[in-house]
């Protein structure tokens, strides 16, 4: 196990943002106290310790706010938003860094780089540059020395969730496995080749759409022969974050309204694509990560943090999107066990009764009014609490859904998302059920009812066949139904014992009343003592069992 009483630089850099925040909890785990019953800290406060913290930390601030399975939706809320706050790397560092990544010198390669930086995160800082070529690029370049204080911090962190593990709140959570999972999920993010292959995959998915025009929408592209580990190369934006783009109404012929809105609808059609049709998304998609280009186009960046949904799960989630919008309880029951990876809860009225309540707040509540993303967090909660295990990755789409939710309705404050993807989940459920092509699937379903035609009379002769010559066997398993034979028997058996006994005594007076020898009275008294220990022997047997009503 990390111990985590070794005094190391890094760890009373950590023990002083604690200290100075008031955790006592992590204090004393820090310390190697006693690890008591966890108390956290406030959302407000636990999001400014990650921040005091640094890169690593806001990260696993940024991996927890994907979890509702493990926090309640006031931290998810606080740590959704969660950046980091730190100042440029000055050029003297970055350049090295650079001219190594290339591998030559950057005059071989770049006409000019802006050595101040554009914007600056936690794991990486943006500049403007420009090829020999004349193309105006950005260079998202990686801090340095930030690998060794992740190894540091990830080392820390496996050392903490072990010790949590052994509490009684450490039980009830994979704490281990989380810090596993958040060691695994920054180590990809401090490789940019993983980025850029994202942002190629998320480019080619959102080349065509049904829903939405492709030309829209821009993806950076990638310039591979400058891109490397720490070093990615792609396509300069001219624009602005969208919160902050001003809209210039005039040169496109529309009032700001209709232009707030088709670019919201817009946002919302390009990530219903990405989750329900080909299952791979911008898990990301904050204020900062979206941005309205001077030519009036919406474009997307920062691909290191992407989610992976399979078919059944997108099914699964397109009808709960139904289910909330029709404030159906049942169904949204139904839906979250087949959601997820436990068996079906020994009480399934409960959770309809929990989801009931949950969604009865909503009952009388405009659309307009009701945020879908906080539904959502909060099925997710009722589900944990009733015992079903959510799969991890459902909280990466909370999370694009909750951000992209908060910025178009900060962006168009008249937008309901529910309004948008209603019309769409419609469409995608006859596409699932007739194809791209209803006359294909006609002629596939007419083929198929002539196949079952030919072979109908054949499987019919043959079930005949086995009736009449008495070689059909019916293999039939009735569930719970040991327990009642054993039920079945076991009153069987009182009742003979009961009979028996009875007939015991019934004997021994009818002997007693004619006993006129010691050897009959010695025979009546031997069958009262039989029956008293047996009659008594049943009562216990009752009382034991505990059905004695």
């Not at 310390?31 to 800290?41: D, F, N, R, S, V």
């Not at 995959?201 to 720490?230: H, V």
């Not at 049709?277 to 474009?299: S, T």
């Not at 019934?506 to 047996?534: D, E, P, R, W, Y």
Request: charged content about 20%.
């Amino acid at each position: 196990m990390f111990s985590l009483t070794q005094t190391t630089s890094r760890q009373k850099e950590i023990l002083e943002v604690v200290f100075r925040n008031g955790w006592d909890y992590m204090r004393g785990l820090l310390t190697g106290g006693k690890a008591g019953q966890p108390q956290l800290p406030p959302p407000e406060i636990l999001r400014n310790i990650m921040i005091d913290l640094g890169p690593v930390y806001v990260k696993m601030g940024q991996l927890l706010s994907t979890r509702p399975d493990v926090l309640s939706p006031k931290y998810i809320q606080a740590l959704s938003s969660l950046q980091a706050q730190v100042p440029p790397v000055s050029w003297a560092e970055i350049s090295p860094l650079i001219r190594q990544e290339l591998g030559q010198p950057i005059e071989s390669v770049f006409q000019s780089i802006n050595p101040v930086a554009i914007a600056a995160g936690s794991i990486a800082q943006t500049h403007k540059g420009v090829l020999l070529n004349g193309q105006v690029v950005a260079l998202k370049v990686q801090r340095p020395g930030i690998e060794k204080i992740v190894a540091q911090d990830t080392a820390l962190l496996k050392g903490v969730a072990e010790l949590v593990s052994l509490t009684d709140f450490g039980s009830e959570f994979d704490f281990v496995g989380l810090a596993e999972e958040f060691s695994t999920a920054l180590a990809a993010e401090l490789d940019f080749t993983k980025e850029a292959h994202n942002t190629d995959q998320l480019r080619q998915n959102m080349s065509q759409s049904r829903w939405f025009a492709a030309d829209q929408l821009f993806i950076p592209g990638i310039y591979w022969e400058c891109t490397s580990t720490k070093l990615l190369v792609l396509d300069w934006l001219d624009g602005k974050p969208l919160l902050e783009a001003t809209l210039k109404v005039p040169e496109l012929g529309k009032d700001a309204i209709a232009v707030r809105h088709e670019t919201t609808t817009l946002l919302f059609r390009v990530f219903f694509q990405q989750l329900f049709v080909d299952g791979f998304f911008h898990a990301d998609p904050h204020p900062g990560n979206i941005f309205y280009l001077d030519n009036g186009k919406v474009a997307l960046l920062d691909f290191g943090m992407v989610g992976r949904i399979d078919p059944r799960t997108q099914q699964t989630l397109t009808e709960i999107l139904l289910a909330i919008a029709d404030l159906d309880a049942r169904r949204c029951a139904q839906l979250t066990i087949e959601l997820s990876d436990s068996e079906q809860p020994a009480n399934l009225s409960k959770l309809e009764n929990d989801y009931t309540r949950l969604l009865r707040k909503y009952y009388n509540v405009n659309l307009d009014d009701t945020n879908f993303s906080e539904v959502f967090y909060e099925l997710l909660q009722t589900a944990r609490e009733n015992n079903l295990k959510i799969p991890s990755n459902l909280g990466l789409y909370a999370k694009a859904i909750a951000n992209l939710e908060g910025v178009a309705r900060t962006f168009d404050p008249q937008i309901n998302l529910l309004d948008e993807l209603k019309p769409l989940t419609i469409d995608l459920f006859q596409s699932q059920l007739f194809g791209e092509n209803p006359l294909q699937a006609l002629l596939r379903t007419a083929l198929d009812l002539k196949s079952l035609s030919f072979q109908s009379p054949r499987l019919l002769e043959l079930l005949l066949e086995r009736i009449t010559t008495e070689n059909l066997t019916w293999n039939l398993s009735l569930k719970d139904l040991e327990p009642l034979r054993r039920s079945v028997d076991d009153s069987a058996n009182r009742l003979s014992f009961s009979i028996v006994v009875g007939s015991l005594i019934m004997g021994a007076a009818i002997i007693s009343t004619k006993a006129q020898t010691s050897q009959l009275s010695f025979v009546s008294n031997a069958l009262f003592a039989a029956a008293s220990f047996l009659g008594l022997w049943l009562i216990i047997s009752i009382l034991r069992s505990g059905r004695l009503r």
